[in-house]
């Protein structure tokens, strides 16, 4: 296991930092959310210690697509789903869960109507 932090943001705002165990000797890589629409990447995950970056093709919320590739499981529609532990846990920062909280209910509201 490789043990590392992640730090969220959403359109340069800090959202807090999460622990994580990497399985076996996987390299520790930032991910970059990079709108097609506007071209802004509105959503970074700061992995310390990372070296790469990957970038995720993802409408921002402002030219948000809603489809199937936002959701991971029918209980996580969030904007950073993809990330390696989908699941919210505990040691999230509250302002990552309630940013993740009100989008998950605005993406289903907008798939309901």
């Not at 622990?19 to 509105?42: D, H, K, Q, T």
């Amino acid at each position: 296991m490789t043990s590392t932090t992640h730090s969220f943001f959403l359109d340069g705002q800090y959202l807090g930092t999460v622990p994580v165990e990497l399985p076996g000797e996987m390299p520790i890589r930032s991910l970059a959310y990079f709108c097609p629409g506007c071209g802004n990447i509105w959503g970074r995950i700061n992995a310390a210690g990372g070296r790469a970056w990957n970038m995720q093709y993802r409408p921002c919320l402002s030219c948000g697509d809603i489809s199937a590739d936002w959701m991971i499981s029918p209980l996580y529609i969030g904007c950073f789903s993809g990330y390696q532990s989908n699941l919210p846990t505990k040691d999230w920062p509250l302002p990552l869960l309630r940013h993740e909280l009100l989008q998950t209910i605005t993406n289903l509201l907008r798939e309901s109507s």
